[in-house]
């Protein structure tokens, strides 16, 4: 049966279908993966044309796909995603844009775009993404739908196409907290508890959003502090975050250069001019200011460790709004960027979990607020997010 495409959120290489094994707990689930894991026999495209040209077909499936599999959620299809994942936009010039189902007029956010499409359109129940620098949070904010950007290194990375590897995460997309819930039982393991804690509201982040934003989440904040308990009101980032992102963007490029430089050199890619000048500003940095973005990164990782104590929930927003509209133009998109960066970098440089929640609006559309802890409470959010739902 071929996908049902309407969305454009599909890779045309993507028409792949694996039943799950019969009588798991996820029976009866579908989901989409993002085109940067790997599925046996098939070559994975990483949103880039040249890519799936000059690429063998997998040897073994992404361990993350096959634990979906196994626990009998079958798999319908593969994703589009930004090229190499280097873009937060949801535009593919190779492969077009998925619709955003939230707002058919507005960008869907990526860079795993397709997959937050599929979800959000009803496609399949979940889809599995990857978030280095909030391509899960964001497109969860832009098409309202619940993203979790699980503690690095929680979910195995194997058969996954790399952007920055000390950044990258594996997490994935639902309409509802309790799917959610059901796919983290799979990879994450079994529930785990925590002590209670506070809801620590990060006040520089908001004052990173407009006063319009500010307004439309102050009703979830009032119900997370209902759910949670204790408040307490806390600067995240005494360095500004100018200073987060400029480290972030050096290690993220860095990163990148590393690991598909030979590749970029040798192939010479045809790839969108601001992809392409991404990975050309990470050819350029040095070890040396690496280092130094390091000591930055390990900063940010000793303030949240002294700003938040286990069974804490870290309160920002998720996005400095809702998504923007699809003729954003180049330096409008850039300054975008920049600005979705300096809230989402955070997350990169302390490799906390982060899970956007769909519970706001701003001008018709989905506006999502982010709960975050520290590092391994992955499972205090999907608590948190089902104890939410189930008193809406």
Not at 295 to 321: H, I, N, T, Y
Not at 327 to 332: E, H, I, V
Request: proline share 7%.
């Amino acid at each position: 049966m071929a996908l049902d495409n309407r969305l454009g959120c599909f890779c045309p290489h993507g028409d792949i279908h694996i039943d799950g094994k019969p009588g798991g707990p996820l029976s009866g689930l579908t989901f989409a993966a993002k085109d940067l894991f790997d599925i046996e026999g098939h070559v994975t495209g990483a949103g880039n044309p040249d890519w799936l040209a000059t690429h063998a077909p997998a040897t073994a499936t992404a361990s993350s796909v096959r634990k979906l599999l196994d626990a009998g959620a079958s798999l319908h299809g593969k994703t589009i995603t930004d090229e190499l994942a280097y873009s937060l936009a949801g535009v593919n010039m190779h492969y077009g844009t998925p619709l955003n189902p939230a707002g058919p007029d507005r960008l869907p956010g990526g860079s795993s775009s397709g997959s937050a499409s599929a979800v959000a359109g009803r496609l399949v129940d979940t889809a599995l993404g990857t978030d280095t620098g909030g391509s899960i949070r964001v497109p969860a904010n832009n098409c309202g739908l619940y993203g979790i950007r699980t503690t690095h290194g929680r979910v195995a990375k194997d058969g996954l196409v790399p952007l920055a590897d000390s950044f990258d995460t594996v997490g994935w997309f639902t309409r509802d907290a309790r799917t959610m819930a059901r796919i983290g039982e799979v990879l994450l393991g079994p529930r785990e508890n925590f002590p209670a804690g506070r809801l620590v509201i990060a006040t520089d982040c908001f004052d990173l959003v407009g006063a319009d934003v500010r307004a439309a989440l102050k009703p979830l904040v009032d119900r997370l502090i209902a759910a949670v308990g204790p408040r307490h009101y806390a600067t995240l980032n005494p360095d500004g975050f100018d200073v987060w992102f400029a480290a972030f963007r050096q290690i993220q490029g860095y990163e990148a250069w590393q690991a598909h430089g030979e590749w970029i050199a040798k192939t010479k890619p045809k790839m969108a001019p601001e992809i392409a000048e991404r990975f050309n500003l990470g050819r350029q940095v040095t070890a040396e200011q690496v280092a130094e973005a390091g000591k930055v990164r390990e900063r940010a990782r000793q303030r949240l460790a002294a700003m938040l104590q286990p069974g804490d929930v870290l309160c920002m927003p998720a996005s400095s709004g809702p998504a923007p509209v699809k003729s954003l133009s180049g330096a409008a998109e850039g300054a975008y960027r920049a600005a979705m960066l300096k809230l989402t970098c955070t997350g990169g440089l302390t490799g906390m979990p982060q899970m956007t929640l769909p519970l706001a609006k701003l001008d018709g559309c989905p506006l999502g607020i982010s709960i975050a802890g520290l590092p391994g409470s992955d499972w205090m959010l999907l608590d948190l997010a089902e104890k939410l739902e189930a008193a809406a």
